[in-house]
């Protein structure tokens, strides 16, 4: 019989785990709380494959592991593989499988879910509101249909963001991407580069992998070529934005709000609950939270019920199938 051992499952999770695990008698499936880390990949001696979510890094030492437990099959319940190791993998012979679309409805959704709250200033009339404050000036709005927006990445998100941008909202919508979408570009929805967007957008929004070649892909320079007073979102990876650049930029008004669901020092602080504002030990982050006109979400634009199911049911599928062929529809190229 098959076995797959999983790691660091939540509760959310268990339902569509013990569905699997119904759908799946050909299986036997060990489920853990705990992370991957050194410590644990002991539990996945005398497994065929391994499952697993989480920000820590898939290091050598926990690859060289599984590697001589005989495990040839790792499954991670997300897209970003940032954190992985490939010369460990390709050493130890264990091939990759992520879920390169859960749900990009989930994080586009947020992506305009934040957009509107930024140029609607609705984080600042909460805030006065709460002291009895309920006067409108001087936090008039723009409205998106008399905006340019840019969309940096198109991929499964990037492409639904457009979508809702142009069918929904009418906003105007220009892109970058270095491997641009063949049908957006018939409808000549790109710009030459990333200055061009820089320089054209009244919003910019980012859908772009992590990279080591796209790090800190926004920084001081991005930030001078755009226009005075342009709102600026985040919801793909915390790495792709200088975020000391990004406080300057909001410092001198160039950035008139932010929105981030992602930072790039995020892990061991995201999904904390810390007790109050002033324990959360990055003196950074708390900078960007204080702001009237700074958004910002613990990761959570793919927390969706939907977006979990699939997750959870893509990524044992692919494991099962990875064990079982050698291949899968979602592996990942190294």
């Known amino acids: 019989m098959t076995k797959i051992i999983a790691y660091a499952v939540r509760q959310d999770e268990m339902p569509y785990f013990k569905k699997w695990v119904n759908n799946n008698p050909d299986v036997q499936v060990k489920l853990t709380p705990k992370l991957l880390t050194d410590e644990t990949v002991k539990m996945a001696k005398g497994f ?4 697993a979510y989480q920000q820590k890094p898939y290091t050598t030492s926990i690859l060289d592991k599984l590697g001589s437990y005989g495990i040839k099959s790792l499954s991670i319940r997300n897209v970003g593989v940032d954190n992985v190791d490939f010369k460990a993998l390709k050493k130890n012979g264990i091939k990759l499988t992520n879920v390169p679309a859960y749900s990009p409805q989930a994080i586009a959704e947020l992506a305009m879910t934040d957009l509107l709250r930024l140029i609607r200033h609705i984080k600042i009339f909460e805030r006065q509101e709460a002291h009895g404050n309920l006067h409108w000036a001087p936090n008039i709005a723009d409205e998106l249909d008399k905006m340019t927006v840019g ?16 069918d929904g909202f009418h906003a105007h919508v220009i892109a ?10 018939k409808e000549g929805l790109y710009v030459k580069s990333l200055d061009d967007l820089c320089k054209q957008a009244d919003a910019i929004t980012i859908h772009a992998p992590a990279m080591k070649s796209n790090y800190h892909m926004i920084g001081d320079k991005q ?4 226009k005075k007073g342009v709102y600026f979102i985040n919801e793909a990876r915390g790495s792709l934005l200088d975020t000391d650049a990004l406080i300057r930029a909001l410092d001198s008004g160039k950035v008139q709000g932010a929105a981030l669901d992602v930072y790039e020092n995020e892990v061991g602080v995201f999904n904390k609950d810390f007790g109050s504002f002033n324990a959360i030990p990055d003196k950074r982050l708390k900078n960007l939270m204080k702001r009237d006109n700074v958004v910002v979400t613990p990761h959570i634009a793919f927390y969706t019920r939907n977006a979990v199911k699939n997750m959870v049911g893509f990524s044992m599928d692919s494991n099962k199938t990875l064990i079982k062929t050698g291949k899968s529809k979602r592996l990942v190229k190294y």
Do not use: A, C, K, W
């Not at 065929?48 to 499952?51: H, I, S, T, Y």
């Not at 970058?176 to 570009?185: A, F, S």
């Not at 930030?223 to 755009?226: A, L």
């Open 176 to 185: 970058y991407d270095p491997y641009p979408n063949p049908q957006l570009q």
């Open 151 to 166: 969309v940096i990445g198109t991929g499964h998100i990037g492409r639904i963001v457009v979508r809702i941008l142009r």
């Open 223 to 226: 930030f001078s070529e755009m």
């Open 48 to 51: 065929d494959g391994v499952d």
